[in-house]
């Protein structure tokens, strides 16, 4: 359900596993992971400083996306891994994971080019949030690596300013 340094300050959630993912057990593994681990890349950071997981962590039946009823029944458990994994920087793939941990209906468009904030009552301070494309999104439209490089950039540079890896 999960995936590498579980004392980073860095941690991005994605929609579900995919088939490579379900296979494996790891997520992110599958092109979509290649193409996620070279944009970490690109801004220096290797995928073994980060923490990686899903707000659901099965695979939906014929790869759909994961319904309302099935992030409910996750959220309470994608919520306590955030308060175990307690990271400075949540990075959010896509409009599933963004909904889901934003609680909001706006659509990944809308939310991805600016920064947020990730709050329950059960962590001390809000958690800084970037909302951006998945990488499998970007695979189908590459017209979108654009504005996915600039919201990496602002990743790098709250990365930088803050000292976090």
């Known amino acids: ?18 088939e490579e993912e379900d296979k494996i057990g790891k997520p992110f593994v599958g092109e979509a992971g290649k193409l996620l681990n070279k944009m970490l890349l690109a801004i220096n950071i290797k995928r073994s400083y980060i923490y990686i997981t899903n707000v659901v962590p099965w695979r939906p039946p014929n790869n759909r996306q994961p319904n309302i009823e099935e992030i409910l029944q996750c959220l309470p458990f994608i919520q306590k891994h955030i308060e ?3 990271p400075f920087l949540i990075i959010l ?15 990944i468009t809308k939310l991805r080019g600016q920064w ?3 709050n329950n009552l059960n ?28 919201d990496l950039q602002e990743i790098q540079k709250k990365i930088e300013t803050n000292e976090i890896i």
């Open 93 to 107: 793939l896509g409009g599933t994971a963004a909904k889901a941990i934003l609680a909001t209906t706006h659509g």
């Open 1 to 18: 359900f999960a995936d590498g340094n579980t004392k980073s300050k860095i941690m991005i959630i994605g929609e579900a596993p995919g």
């Open 123 to 150: 962590i001390k301070k809000p958690i800084l949030t970037r909302a951006m494309y998945h990488p499998a999104f970007l695979l189908r439209s590459p017209i979108h690596k654009k504005e996915a490089w600039e």
């Open 84 to 86: 175990i994994i307690k």
């Open 116 to 118: 947020h904030e990730y």
